[in-house]
């Protein structure tokens, strides 16, 4: 019967064209120019979820109606043909029974598959003609949880990295990093599942995330912390190079490294047993002067670097409590002349008083005044090489004094 009405509208239409039939092309074209349509309802039914395809815009009482499952109304596309007054219904090769209708020409499909996809077409007679639509049905599926993946665990700077966010059913997918969305410069894939730094640098450093979304869903996957290693460089020792003896030789060495570095110490050639980038002696002797090398590794890129620092260490003898170096070197001069007096006058007393002593037996004070003085003296060494100058000029003048005496 449908299939008659059909070749009825075709016939109809045929005749119209050649200018016939006035009254069937009014209500052919009225048809067609009123139109039907198919609202589906909910808008993006999801799988397991049910749809109703609504057929909209009929115009007068249904008489018959056909669903199809394609875009023809081929007989083998039937799902079923139902005449509502009379309530009878008949199935067609392609029914299923998720399919039901209403009177008022809808179909409704429940429990959704994937596979139930695709195009309907619905013909309808009413007593007024006859009209067809077809419409396509997508059935949507949640995404899939989306992880973010790497190719590259512990990428060093100016290497290449991807990101890849794994999901499914997703028809968008954004990324954002530290909650923002991405700097620009980074290569995304057509599908926006991966993400590429072609050559990562440090500044890329971050939490990234990816969202993946469809009609129906959207899943922001975790973080992912893509961490870019670097260094050691930059490397620094802080610290005093210049320390009297008895006080502390403290330094500390430091770099600019990801991860961060493990640190080794060397005094010259020798290792030392600081494993940190602290080194701290507690009461420096000259034994621990010399040149301090601070080994920088990094485990990671695998490279090391040193720094190295040259430390002296002051002897404190010559220098009394408040000493600027400036002072201690004019005592340690007064020292130094002082000593010098001594041997000069012990070199004089040798060559002009001992002579006379045998004639005139003059054992006098002064001699033994000087020998008094030569233990307080003797310790001190010969130090900086500043100092005797400076002593020598201020103590000639003592050493004629002594002499005149
Ligand atoms: C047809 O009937 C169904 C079930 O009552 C309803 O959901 C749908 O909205 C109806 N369609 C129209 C166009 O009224
Ligand atoms: C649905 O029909 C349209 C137009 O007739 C066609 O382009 C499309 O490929 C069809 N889709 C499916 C899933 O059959
Ligand atoms: C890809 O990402 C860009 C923004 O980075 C966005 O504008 C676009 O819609 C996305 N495309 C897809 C298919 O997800
Ligand atoms: C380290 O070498 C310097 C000379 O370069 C030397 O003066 C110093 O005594 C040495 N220190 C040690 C502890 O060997």
């Known amino acids: 019967r449908e299939t008659m009405a059909r070749e009825k509208v075709t016939r109809a239409r045929a005749l119209c064209m050649r200018g ?15 139109g039907i349509g198919v609202q589906l309802i909910p808008q993006y039914p999801m799988v397991r979820q049910s749809v109703t395809l609504s057929v909209t815009g009929v115009t007068g009482t249904i008489r018959q109606f056909t669903w199809y499952k394609g875009s023809s109304t081929d007989d083998n596309n039937q799902i079923f043909n139902v005449i509502p007054e009379t309530n009878s219904v008949t199935n067609g090769p392609q029914y299923f029974s ?3 209708h209403f009177p008022n020409g809808s179909l409704q499909i429940s429990g959704l598959v994937p596979t139930d996809q695709g195009n309907y077409t619905v013909f309808i007679q009413t007593i007024e003609g006859t009209a067809q639509h077809t419409v396509l049905l997508t059935v949507y599926e949640p995404v899939t949880s989306s992880v973010i993946s790497t190719n590259n665990k512990e990428p060093q700077e100016n290497g290449k990295v991807t990101l890849t966010c794994s999901t499914n059913n997703a028809e968008k997918i954004l990324w954002s990093k530290n909650g923002v969305s991405l700097p620009p410069g980074l290569i995304l894939s057509a599908d926006n599942k991966t993400l590429t730094f072609s050559s990562v640098s440090r500044s890329d450093t971050g939490q990234y995330r990816c969202e993946a979304s469809n009609a129906v869903s959207k899943i922001i996957s975790d973080p992912y912390t893509l961490t870019v290693n670097y260094g050691p460089e930059n490397l620094r020792i802080t610290g005093s190079q210049q320390v009297t003896s008895g006080n502390p030789i403290s330094l500390e060495c430091s770099a600019d490294s990801v991860p961060a570095p493990t640190y080794q110490w060397k005094l010259n050639w020798t290792v030392l047993e600081f494993q940190n980038n602290k080194l701290n002696i507690q009461q420096a002797t000259s034994e621990n002067a010399g040149n301090y090398t ?22 404190n003898q010559c220098q009394s409590g408040n000493s600027a170096a400036f002072t201690a070197a004019i005592i340690c ?8 007096i001594i041997c000069a006058t012990f070199l004089l007393y040798k060559r002009y008083v001992l002579p006379l002593k045998g004639q005139s037996g003059v054992g006098g004070e002064d001699p033994s005044r000087i020998y008094d003085n030569i233990p307080n003296t003797a310790v001190s060494q010969p130090e900086k090489e500043e100092g005797p100058y400076m002593g020598l000029e201020y103590s000639t003048e003592n050493t004629y004094s002594d002499l005149k005496q």
Do not use: P
């Open 333 to 340: 001069g007064c020292i130094l002349g002082t000593v010098l």
């Open 294 to 315: 601070c080994i920088v590794t990094n485990s990671v890129t695998k490279l090391s670097r040193e720094i190295s620092v040259y430390v002296t260490v002051n002897d």
């Open 98 to 100: 998720r399919a039901s």
């Open 20 to 34: 016939y039939l006035l009254t069937v092309c009014l209500s052919v074209w009225m048809d067609s120019a009123h």
